[in-house]
């Protein structure tokens, strides 16, 4: 009767993973051995600012849920492992990788978005990529200068057009 109850337990805690996964929009598998109590509080403070959360499932669990979602990722699953959920795309990445610079301990392993698994590069390309607030202050620091330049170009004629009457 033990068992049954165990293998029922088991069977949620897959579907709960699997639900995550499919309700996220990243998902990124890491290392976390050696990492202490406060590293990894931090890590989960920075992370909730964006809405994603930090889990740790044993290994078995976690590959099976993964193979549920048609994700094969069996070359992962050694060691202790945390799986970060993003209800964002850039900004948990961003974070995680940061963190990961910051902290020897943390290795990310791979990762999902866009309904793919992720190889580190692209990982990598995603954490590069600036913030939404970054990218929209860009583009209207450029338009400005081009507004300012007509406002420049606009007052030297209507100063040539003084000089001249």
Do not use: C, H
């Not at 990492?35 to 590959?63: C, F, G, P």
């Not at 799986?83 to 943390?106: R, Y």
């Amino acid at each position: 009767m033990a068992s049954e109850k165990n293998l029922n337990a088991k069977k949620d805690i897959v579907k709960e993973i699997s639900d995550k996964i499919k309700n996220s929009e990243s998902v990124l598998v890491f290392s976390y051995q050696g990492m202490t109590v406060a590293d990894m509080a931090k890590l989960r403070n920075e992370l909730k600012k964006s809405d994603s959360e930090v889990k740790i499932y044993k290994n078995t669990l976690a590959k099976r849920a993964f193979e549920d979602v048609d994700l094969k990722s069996d070359e992962i699953w050694e060691g202790p492992n945390a799986i970060l959920f993003g209800k964002e795309l850039l900004e948990p990445i961003k974070v995680l990788s940061n963190a990961a610079k910051d902290n020897d301990n943390i290795e990310i392993r791979t990762g999902f978005a866009d309904g793919k698994m992720l190889t580190l590069d692209e990982i990598k390309t995603y954490a590069s990529i600036p913030s939404k607030e970054t990218m929209l202050t860009q583009i209207s620091v450029g338009l400005m200068q081009y507004v300012k330049n007509v406002a420049i170009g606009l007052d030297l004629y209507a100063k040539k057009l003084e000089e001249n009457n």
